[in-house]
């Protein structure tokens, strides 16, 4: 019997772990376009994607922002000037305005400890508002919310007045994913991220232990976090509570916040057929609606 509740646990965590930030795949760019410096004048918007489980080999990925109602290009259609973090494969930051940023010395994975992601966005950043003034926002999802806020703790940005943050479904209270994968002792498929994510690990002690230092770091910043209680049959046998599926509302709200929403939505559209007629946040577009509304100033 117990042989068979553990094959029961494995299978749902297979399901739903796939899905865990996942997204497809695409080639990305070629090469390095001239590098432009930001100005002033502009407003950019830096949007970091999340965790994908299939990305033990470094394959890159594309990013949520571009599907469903495409934050990214009402976004863009809006004025801002936006940039795609991707850190799977090359690190790589694609601007809206046809520049691109490459590292080539970095080749993330899921194995890649979120720490040096983080240190990876914090570099650029930090040579992007090299010698001038911008203002920026950051929309995180998931995984991504995690490596912003680490980066966040570690680098200050004197030349950025970043004037929202936005963290959709970010696991700051761990995933019981993450708790079943360690479990299981599936890290030869889940990668070094997603032991990271459980609950009470030493890198998100690591991270509330430091929340400080981005508060101070950031003391005009507006920090706001969206969390979904769609609440699928399965969050009945993995939470107690609200929950997107993979995130709680508990978990996405376990750091000081100014604002706080709840959508009736899941993780990721990869879990759609799992859930009949479940939404994620990318298809929804109250939730495209309320980052525009949220990165204006109206919350």
């Given at each position: 019997m117990r042989i068979v509740k553990i094959f029961v646990v494995l299978g749902a965590f297979l399901f739903i772990a796939s899905s865990?930030?996942?997204?497809?795949?695409?080639?990305p760019e070629t090469g390095n376009q001239a590098f432009q410096p930001a100005?002033?004048?502009?407003t950019y918007v830096l949007l970091v994607h999340?965790?994908?489980?299939?990305?033990t080999g470094g394959t890159p990925t594309s990013t949520p922002f571009t599907s469903g109602v495409n934050v990214y290009n009402q976004l863009v259609s809006e004025g801002y000037i936006v940039g795609l973090v991707s850190y799977y494969g090359t690190f790589t930051v694609t601007f809206s305005n046809g520049y691109t940023y490459t590292n080539s010395n970095f080749q993330g994975t899921?194995?890649?400890?979120?720490?040096?992601?983080?240190?990876?966005?914090g570099d650029f950043i930090t040579s992007f508002s090299s010698g001038q003034h911008i203002n920026l926002d950051i929309v995180a999802h998931s995984m991504g919310g995690l490596v912003t806020m680490y980066m966040l703790e570690h680098f200050t940005f004197p030349n950025v007045n970043l004037e929202n943050v936005i963290f959709i479904a970010?696991?700051?209270?761990?995933?019981?994913?993450?708790?079943v994968a360690q479990y299981l002792g599936l890290g030869w498929y889940v990668g070094t991220e997603a032991y990271q994510m459980v609950s009470g690990s030493s890198f998100l002690n690591d991270l509330h232990n430091n929340l400080g230092n981005a508060y101070s770091n950031f003391g005009h910043t507006t920090w706001i976090a969206y969390a979904g209680n769609y609440d699928p049959w399965w969050g009945y046998l993995f939470f107690s509570g609200d929950n997107d599926g993979v995130v709680s509302v508990n978990s996405a709200f376990d750091v000081p916040l100014n604002h706080g929403y709840v959508f009736g939505d899941i993780h990721t559209s990869s879990l759609d057929w799992l859930t009949w007629d479940g939404?994620?946040?990318?298809?929804?577009?109250?939730?495209?609606?309320?980052?525009?509304?949220?990165?204006?100033g109206y919350y």
């Open positions: 865990f930030g996942a997204f497809p795949h695409y080639s100005t002033s004048s502009n999340g965790y994908a489980v299939a990305d899921a194995n890649t400890p979120i720490q040096d992601i983080s240190y990876q966005l970010s696991p700051f209270g761990g995933s019981p994913f993450a708790s939404v994620s946040y990318f298809e929804d577009q109250s939730v495209a609606n309320e980052i525009s509304y949220n990165l204006a």
